[in-house]
């Protein structure tokens, strides 16, 4: 039972930090709940000790059918145990999300006077905040005044700053007085307002008033100096300097290294004092130009003290919602900031101390783990040619960003290599190995977890039981192999899980006698326990909640399948198989007849009728197959299979959905391959890594095993390569909380159904009388009908039926629009674009798709192209593949976009007998002015899609668009030339234009095309007379620019295609002064709604997002 | 674990057999074996095949060679 508690307990603690997410309190609250935790603590360790001398175990509480009786004692200690638990993970988190602000002073304003208190010692030197008590009646206006103690760093002959021969940075002091600028607290600011004065201070001697309501409160607070305080977003992002360490191993790309480099000191202004830093790292990327590179690019770095400069930027959330949220995820990390530094901007030097011939080594178990993996790599390098030793650095070592940019193994690029592939697979493949894992589904085999570690142990275990070593001996060894490999493969939580579990297994089974069973579901919480109290915020981390889902469902749901699938004997067994065999035709072949309600009626028909026909034919005696069923397989085969899918059904389909967006089908058959495979691979590469390392002949082993693994890792290779192509890699809806929260009920139903319905229901229906049965029963289903209404009201409301709902995409250079309309109708205009040089980048794929799934949206009622260009239409192969669209419609100019091969080979493909099945064809249909689209009422106001261009006839021409709805409408221009807007105003009518919001003709960029040198002379003329005149005919309130990086589309012209933009931004201005000008470079994605009044207009940034660099998918794991 | 050992003895002594097979019948691997024999690792054509993998980590008493190559394309971002 004490096992039991400590489980729930952890469980709890978890549910605890999940709450603090959820609500979480100020930070004043930290130190009550601090307290509270210890007393907590301190009577739950005293109630168990009392309770294990009142209630000694006894040995029938784990028997399923053992009636439940109350025990007051008992249920009063786990009370005790679990609000311990909650308290405490709610405790932990609130202290990492709240910094501690350290109260300075209470301040009183009285008729123009300050009064403060004894001010207390700031601690450090800081900037300091003032947050506000009471209501600001009108403006404050005021001075802080004080002392800095200004450290400047004492340099050395070359200007550098320097360490003493300890490791401290040498700093000249100089006490200043700080004046301080002027305050500004706007009137009718609220209490609790923050205002963080950007000055440092040390000591705080005063308070000037320059202006103030009669009375006002507020306190004077020191925030702690976290690297956040000093980051900034867009245009008000300023240099720094950095004095630091780097504190983790430097990750390398081909065409980068990131560095994680903690901070002691920066000087935010420049000439300013340096101040000390607390908490949080910066992420430094640097570029292969800058001086030194070599230098930093290497295991080796790790622990220099570095100095260097550049822009500190805080990082962005997602632009669009469902794409992904880079800080959050640096904010998991415990990143406080970024900043790249380039050759021709930035200078970074490597600190030596003073009297020291080399920088500063790191910690010495970490420095031992970097340079045995660099050994290991240099036996790979040695031993197994491209790009399988890119795969084995990845799988052993943890080294997935040498993967970043290595292609398939049937790609062109082996064609010349010096070592050739074992066969010729073929030249016609562009796609990234990392890729083809992804969609296969094997890409779990990168994120070093607990198949790995699990090999490894079971690997060194055989090694010394090989040389008869006793287990009380070895197991410590053992243990300290799998610190060093989680070291050396970068400590990730699924690698951290998975060790912690292993070195609780090898301990409690070589000193305490106990087996695995036991110590996996113990292993599991108390892992994340261990993980979680260091770092509260993995707890919703992918990493962390993939890993341990995995080795939940193993645990929990492998045993249950079974018992299931089992019961498949015979004529039953065949009848499975020809369902599985259905199945997967519709997964590999027609992935959209998958997602169609009627395939899965049909399907349970299907299932109806051959276990019926199973049943008939046994009764008559026909078993061609005997008996022979699921049981009968090999249980190290059978016992896989239920492995495998109770992994599907406890992690991959719910989890993959809500945190990508995406299942990889093939994952659920390629594993059934590459698991074992990978256990070959692995086994093999760490003991050629291993034994390479030995001088003299261990080389040679190394190559000849190598060599064997060559065969082995390219059959695994090619496991990635042909499931991802037989395959899709589908989008699904992401699932809310509330779906999961089911689900997952549902599941723990499966698992426990018998203690639950034996050991608490069962005695309890016994008892019941007649209509207590019907009551309960009665109870149960409405239990699950309001659920259900619960979870459908839900997606109901995200359709948010009676409004025009449009968001304008975060796109780059390109267009994507969506459109839900008043009755529920789902539409999207144009499919952004797809750069395929210098790195991948397809919008439809990372921005379209995943707002589509956030929003449940799986179908659409139409997708409307407005022109040929592959910015708005290069996404559509994508689109294609993944979605059901009942209508693709265009203008004339668009219809030979359609005919690119990769886009007429999909819809042809859809005109195929089986799309008749699923209803998926796609019918097409060219627009012209005059028609009106979707239209319908709602509520009494008329909703419609007017097209106001081209004209019937233009084939040249774009789609220009307009929605109405009631009093409310938005002008869509589309790729409109300056000659094309012109003629529009020629020929539409001034009151058909009339519009509240106008997405603005051609990215602001129109006239790119006739541009060849510079701005053209008369550019800002012909911007004032037509796209001027455009849009003062709209009378808009807001013009929205779809606007990014122009680079990837318009090549060579990028950077007058800025000034450009630029240059319409301006006349926009001009034409409508009292208007919103915005943009998605700036703004993020935009989204407008109407209830047929009067829009509202939200954008995802408030300021402009700073041009960070994005951790790739390999460096975040999926 | 008897029964881990032994499949550990197996795999090791199958792979040594298929690897002595591959370096027997693959050019790459035996120039790779003579290459290391002869003292000249760096004219391995598995070595070669690696320049750009890693390249900070180089032969023993060899520079690396991080300077002097041209950085790839750069990686698709989220």
Same mark, same amino acid.
């Given at each position: 039972m004490t096992q039991n508690k400590l489980i729930a307990f952890c469980y709890l603690f978890i549910i605890g930090i999940a709450v603090a997410m959820a609500f979480p309190?100020?930070?004043?609250?930290?130190?009550?709940?601090?307290?509270?935790?210890?007393?907590?603590?301190?009577?739950?360790?005293?109630?168990?000790?009392?309770?294990?001398?009142?209630?000694?175990?006894?040995?029938?509480? /784990?028997?399923?059918?053992?009636?439940?009786? @109350?025990?007051?004692?008992?249920?009063?200690?786990?009370?005790?145990?679990?609000?311990?638990?909650?308290?405490?993970?709610?405790?932990?988190?609130?202290?990492?999300?709240?910094?501690?602000?350290?109260?300075?002073?209470?301040?009183?304003?009285?008729?123009?006077?300050?009064?403060?208190?004894?001010?207390?010692?700031?601690?450090?030197?800081?900037?300091?905040?003032?947050?506000?008590?009471?209501?600001?009646?009108?403006?404050?206006?005021?001075?802080?005044?004080?002392?800095?103690?200004?450290?400047?760093?004492?340099? !050395?002959?070359?200007?550098?700053?320097?360490?003493?021969?300890?490791?401290?940075?040498?700093?000249?002091?100089?006490?200043?007085?700080?004046?301080?600028?002027?305050?500004?607290?706007?009137?009718?600011?609220?209490?609790?307002?923050?205002?963080?004065?950007?000055?440092?201070?040390?000591?705080?001697?005063?308070?000037?008033?320059?202006?103030?309501?009669?009375?006002?409160?507020?306190?004077?607070?020191?925030?702690?100096?976290?690297?956040?305080?000093?980051?900034?977003?867009?245009?008000?992002?300023?240099?720094?300097?950095?004095?630091?360490?780097?504190?983790?191993?430097?990750?390398?790309?081909?065409?980068?290294?990131?560095?994680?480099?903690?901070?002691?000191?920066?000087?935010?202004?420049? !000439?300013?004092?340096?101040?000390?830093?607390?908490?949080?790292?910066?992420?430094?990327?640097?570029?292969?130009?800058?001086?030194?590179?070599?230098?930093?690019?290497?295991?080796?770095?790790?622990?220099?003290?570095?100095?260097?400069?550049?822009?500190?930027? /805080?990082?962005?959330?997602?632009?669009?919602?469902?794409? @992904?949220?880079?800080?959050?995820?640096?904010?998991?990390?415990?990143?406080?900031?970024?900043?790249?530094?380039?050759?021709?901007?930035?200078?970074?030097?490597?600190?030596?101390?003073?009297?020291?011939?080399?920088?500063?080594?790191?910690?010495?178990?970490?420095?031992?783990?970097?340079?045995?993996?660099?050994?290991?790599?240099?036996?790979?390098?040695?031993?197994?040619?491209?790009?399988?030793?890119?795969?084995?650095?990845?799988?052993?070592?943890?080294?997935?960003?040498?993967?970043?940019?290595?292609? /398939?193994?049937?790609?062109?690029?082996?064609?010349?290599?010096?070592?050739?592939?074992?066969?010729?697979?073929?030249?016609?493949?562009?796609?990234?190995?990392?890729?083809?894992?992804?969609?296969?589904?094997?890409?779990?085999?990168?994120?070093?977890?607990?198949?790995?570690?699990?090999?490894?142990?079971?690997?060194?275990?055989?090694?010394?039981?090989?040389?008869k070593i006793s287990k009380k001996v070895y197991v410590p060894f053992v243990v300290f192999a799998l610190v060093v490999f989680a070291i050396i493969t970068g400590a990730r939580p699924s690698t951290l899980r998975a060790v912690i579990m292993n070195s609780l297994f090898l301990l409690t089974w070589g000193y305490m006698g106990q087996g695995v069973r036991s110590s996996a579901l113990l292993g599991v919480p108390v892992a994340a326990f261990i993980i979680l109290i260091q770092n509260p915020a993995m707890a919703v981390d992918p990493s962390f909640t993939l890993s341990f889902g995995a080795i939940l469902s193993l645990a929990l749901l492998t045993q249950p399948f079974f018992d299931l699938f089992k019961k498949a004997q015979g004529n039953d067994f065949i009848a499975l198989c020809i369902l599985v065999a259905v199945l997967t035709w519709v997964f590999a072949a027609h992935w959209l007849l998958a997602t169609t309600v009627r395939f899965w009626i049909l399907f349970a028909v299907l299932a109806a009728v051959l276990f019926g026909l199973s049943k008939a034919l046994t009764k008559h005696g026909f078993t061609p197959i005997g008996n022979y069923g699921f049981a009968d397989i090999p249980v190290g085969i059978s016992g896989f299979i239920a492995a495998q899918f109770g992994m599907q059904i406890g992690m991959m389909i719910p989890l993959s959905a809500y945190y990508f967006y995406r299942w990889p089908v093939a994952g659920a058959y390629a594993n059934l391959l590459a698991i074992p495979l990978v256990g070959v691979v692995l086994q093999l590469s760490m003991l050629a890594g291993l034994i390479g390392l030995i001088p003299g002949i261990g080389i040679y082993i190394a190559l000849f095993l190598n060599a064997a693994n060559w065969i082995f890792s390219t059959g695994f290779l090619l496991i990635g390569r042909y499931f991802s192509s037989w395959f899709v890699y589908p989008f699904v809806t992401k699932p809310t909380l509330a779906w999961l929260f089911a689900y997952y009920a549902c599941c723990a139903l499966f698992v426990w159904w018998r203690p639950l319905w034996y050991r608490h229901a069962r005695p309890v229906w016994r008892r019941a009388s007649a209509s207590a049965r019907v009551f309960s029963v009665a109870a149960l289903l409405a239990v699950v009908l309001l659920a259900a209404c619960g979870l459908r009201a839900q997606k109901t409301a995200m359709l948010d039926e009676g409004r025009l709902d449009v968001a304008v995409l975060s796109v780059g250079y390109g267009s994507g629009i969506y459109v839900g309309t008043p009755d529920g109708k789902s539409i999207l205009i144009d499919t952004a674009f797809v750069q395929t040089d210098r790195g991948r980048r397809n919008d439809a794929e990372r921005t379209i798709m995943p707002f589509l799934c956030s929003r449940q949206i799986k179908r659409l009622d139409a997708l409307i192209l407005t022109s040929g260009a592959p910015e708005h239409t290069a996404g559509l192969p994508t689109l294609l593949e993944y979605l059901d669209i009942d209508e693709l419609l265009y203008p004339a100019s668009a219809a030979s976009a359609l005919d690119r091969p990769e886009i007429a080979s999909i819809l042809t493909e859809r005109t195929a007998f089986r799309h008749h099945l699923s209803d998926t064809e796609i019918p097409r249909r060219v627009l012209a002015a005059g028609e009106r689209l979707f239209e319908t009422e709602y509520d009494g106001k008329p909703f419609a899609i007017e097209v106001l261009g081209p004209a019937a006839g233009d084939a040249s021409a774009p789609l220009t668009l307009r929605l109405v709805y009631g009093d409310a409408s938005l002008l869509l221009c589309g790729e409109l030339t300056f000659a094309q807007q012109q003629a529009l105003l020629d020929r539409v009518p001034a009151d058909a234009l009339a519009s509240d919001v106008v997405i603005a003709p051609a990215h602001g960029t129109a006239g790119l095309d006739e541009v060849t040198v510079g701005m053209p002379n008369d550019y800002d003329t012909r911007l004032a007379t037509v796209t001027g005149e455009l849009l003062k005919r709209s009378g808009a309130d807001t013009v929205i620019y779809e606007f990014g990086n122009p680079r990837p589309v318009v090549q060579d012209k990028y950077k007058i295609a800025v000034r450009l933009h630029g240059a319409a931004k301006r006349a926009a201005e001009e034409a409508l002064p009292d208007a919103d000008i915005l943009a998605t470079d700036i703004a993020g994605s935009i989204t407008l709604l109407t209830d047929g009044t009067a829009w509202t207009v939200s954008t995802r940034f408030l300021t402009e997002a700073g041009d960070t660099d994005a951790p790739t998918s390999l460096e975040v794991g999926w | 674990m008897e029964q881990g050992s032994r499949s550990l003895m197996i795999i090791l002594c199958v792979a040594l057999v298929l690897g002595a097979l591959v370096v027997g019948f693959h050019p790459a691997y035996r120039n790779a074996l003579l290459s290391i024999a002869g003292g000249h690792p760096e004219e391995s054509p598995i070595w070669q095949a690696n320049r750009d993998y890693y390249p900070d980590v180089s032969l023993p008493a060899a520079p690396a060679a991080a300077e002097a190559e041209a950085p790839a394309a750069p990686a698709e971002s989220l």
């Amino acid at each position: 039972m004490t096992q039991n508690k400590l489980i729930a307990f952890c469980y709890l603690f978890i549910i605890g930090i999940a709450v603090a997410m959820a609500f979480p309190l100020a930070a004043s609250a930290l130190a009550p709940l601090w307290l509270l935790t210890v007393l907590l603590g301190a009577a739950s360790l005293a109630a168990l000790a009392l309770l294990r001398k009142w209630r000694p175990p006894v040995e029938s509480e /784990s028997v399923y059918d053992a009636p439940f009786r @109350f025990d007051g004692l008992q249920t009063g200690v786990w009370a005790l145990v679990l609000v311990t638990g909650f308290v405490f993970g709610y405790t932990r988190y609130l202290a990492m999300i709240q910094s501690p602000d350290r109260l300075i002073a209470h301040v009183t304003v009285e008729d123009g006077r300050a009064m403060m208190e004894e001010p207390r010692d700031l601690g450090e030197t800081g900037f300091l905040a003032i947050r506000l008590a009471s209501r600001a009646e009108s403006e404050i206006r005021l001075r802080l005044v004080g002392e800095t103690d200004a450290l400047l760093p004492v340099p !050395d002959a070359a200007g550098k700053p320097t360490l003493d021969a300890d490791g401290r940075w040498a700093f000249t002091q100089t006490t200043l007085p700080q004046p301080g600028n002027e305050i500004v607290i706007p009137e009718g600011a609220r209490p609790g307002t923050v205002v963080v004065v950007e000055q440092p201070y040390t000591r705080l001697k005063g308070i000037e008033v320059v202006s103030a309501p009669a009375r006002a409160r507020f306190d004077i607070v020191k925030p702690v100096n976290t690297v956040s305080l000093f980051a900034r977003h867009g245009r008000n992002v300023v240099p720094v300097r950095v004095l630091g360490r780097i504190t983790a191993d430097p990750w390398v790309y081909s065409f980068k290294t990131v560095l994680s480099i903690t901070p002691a000191f920066i000087q935010y202004q420049p !000439d300013g004092p340096y101040l000390p830093i607390d908490r949080q790292t910066i992420r430094v990327t640097v570029e292969p130009d800058l001086p030194g590179y070599s230098e930093i690019a290497r295991s080796a770095a790790y622990g220099y003290d570095v100095a260097f400069g550049g822009q500190l930027i /805080s990082p962005s959330g997602a632009a669009t919602a469902g794409s @992904f949220d880079q800080a959050k995820y640096l904010r998991n990390y415990n990143i406080g900031g970024q900043v790249t530094l380039k050759a021709t901007q930035n200078a970074f030097d490597v600190i030596v101390p003073r009297g020291a011939t080399a920088p500063r080594e790191g910690n010495g178990l970490v420095e031992f783990s970097l340079y045995l993996r660099d050994e290991i790599v240099r036996v790979i390098k040695q031993t197994m040619p491209q790009p399988n030793s890119a795969f084995l650095g990845a799988l052993t070592l943890g080294l997935r960003y040498g993967m970043q940019n290595t292609r /398939s193994i049937a790609s062109g690029d082996y064609d010349d290599a010096t070592v050739a592939p074992i066969l010729d697979f073929g030249s016609d493949s562009d796609e990234l190995i990392a890729d083809e894992f992804k969609a296969s589904g094997i890409n779990h085999v990168l994120a070093v977890s607990g198949l790995h570690v699990t090999i490894i142990t079971i690997m060194f275990m055989g090694i010394f039981t090989l040389l008869k070593i006793s287990k009380k001996v070895y197991v410590p060894f053992v243990v300290f192999a799998l610190v060093v490999f989680a070291i050396i493969t970068g400590a990730r939580p699924s690698t951290l899980r998975a060790v912690i579990m292993n070195s609780l297994f090898l301990l409690t089974w070589g000193y305490m006698g106990q087996g695995v069973r036991s110590s996996a579901l113990l292993g599991v919480p108390v892992a994340a326990f261990i993980i979680l109290i260091q770092n509260p915020a993995m707890a919703v981390d992918p990493s962390f909640t993939l890993s341990f889902g995995a080795i939940l469902s193993l645990a929990l749901l492998t045993q249950p399948f079974f018992d299931l699938f089992k019961k498949a004997q015979g004529n039953d067994f065949i009848a499975l198989c020809i369902l599985v065999a259905v199945l997967t035709w519709v997964f590999a072949a027609h992935w959209l007849l998958a997602t169609t309600v009627r395939f899965w009626i049909l399907f349970a028909v299907l299932a109806a009728v051959l276990f019926g026909l199973s049943k008939a034919l046994t009764k008559h005696g026909f078993t061609p197959i005997g008996n022979y069923g699921f049981a009968d397989i090999p249980v190290g085969i059978s016992g896989f299979i239920a492995a495998q899918f109770g992994m599907q059904i406890g992690m991959m389909i719910p989890l993959s959905a809500y945190y990508f967006y995406r299942w990889p089908v093939a994952g659920a058959y390629a594993n059934l391959l590459a698991i074992p495979l990978v256990g070959v691979v692995l086994q093999l590469s760490m003991l050629a890594g291993l034994i390479g390392l030995i001088p003299g002949i261990g080389i040679y082993i190394a190559l000849f095993l190598n060599a064997a693994n060559w065969i082995f890792s390219t059959g695994f290779l090619l496991i990635g390569r042909y499931f991802s192509s037989w395959f899709v890699y589908p989008f699904v809806t992401k699932p809310t909380l509330a779906w999961l929260f089911a689900y997952y009920a549902c599941c723990a139903l499966f698992v426990w159904w018998r203690p639950l319905w034996y050991r608490h229901a069962r005695p309890v229906w016994r008892r019941a009388s007649a209509s207590a049965r019907v009551f309960s029963v009665a109870a149960l289903l409405a239990v699950v009908l309001l659920a259900a209404c619960g979870l459908r009201a839900q997606k109901t409301a995200m359709l948010d039926e009676g409004r025009l709902d449009v968001a304008v995409l975060s796109v780059g250079y390109g267009s994507g629009i969506y459109v839900g309309t008043p009755d529920g109708k789902s539409i999207l205009i144009d499919t952004a674009f797809v750069q395929t040089d210098r790195g991948r980048r397809n919008d439809a794929e990372r921005t379209i798709m995943p707002f589509l799934c956030s929003r449940q949206i799986k179908r659409l009622d139409a997708l409307i192209l407005t022109s040929g260009a592959p910015e708005h239409t290069a996404g559509l192969p994508t689109l294609l593949e993944y979605l059901d669209i009942d209508e693709l419609l265009y203008p004339a100019s668009a219809a030979s976009a359609l005919d690119r091969p990769e886009i007429a080979s999909i819809l042809t493909e859809r005109t195929a007998f089986r799309h008749h099945l699923s209803d998926t064809e796609i019918p097409r249909r060219v627009l012209a002015a005059g028609e009106r689209l979707f239209e319908t009422e709602y509520d009494g106001k008329p909703f419609a899609i007017e097209v106001l261009g081209p004209a019937a006839g233009d084939a040249s021409a774009p789609l220009t668009l307009r929605l109405v709805y009631g009093d409310a409408s938005l002008l869509l221009c589309g790729e409109l030339t300056f000659a094309q807007q012109q003629a529009l105003l020629d020929r539409v009518p001034a009151d058909a234009l009339a519009s509240d919001v106008v997405i603005a003709p051609a990215h602001g960029t129109a006239g790119l095309d006739e541009v060849t040198v510079g701005m053209p002379n008369d550019y800002d003329t012909r911007l004032a007379t037509v796209t001027g005149e455009l849009l003062k005919r709209s009378g808009a309130d807001t013009v929205i620019y779809e606007f990014g990086n122009p680079r990837p589309v318009v090549q060579d012209k990028y950077k007058i295609a800025v000034r450009l933009h630029g240059a319409a931004k301006r006349a926009a201005e001009e034409a409508l002064p009292d208007a919103d000008i915005l943009a998605t470079d700036i703004a993020g994605s935009i989204t407008l709604l109407t209830d047929g009044t009067a829009w509202t207009v939200s954008t995802r940034f408030l300021t402009e997002a700073g041009d960070t660099d994005a951790p790739t998918s390999l460096e975040v794991g999926w | 674990m008897e029964q881990g050992s032994r499949s550990l003895m197996i795999i090791l002594c199958v792979a040594l057999v298929l690897g002595a097979l591959v370096v027997g019948f693959h050019p790459a691997y035996r120039n790779a074996l003579l290459s290391i024999a002869g003292g000249h690792p760096e004219e391995s054509p598995i070595w070669q095949a690696n320049r750009d993998y890693y390249p900070d980590v180089s032969l023993p008493a060899a520079p690396a060679a991080a300077e002097a190559e041209a950085p790839a394309a750069p990686a698709e971002s989220l």
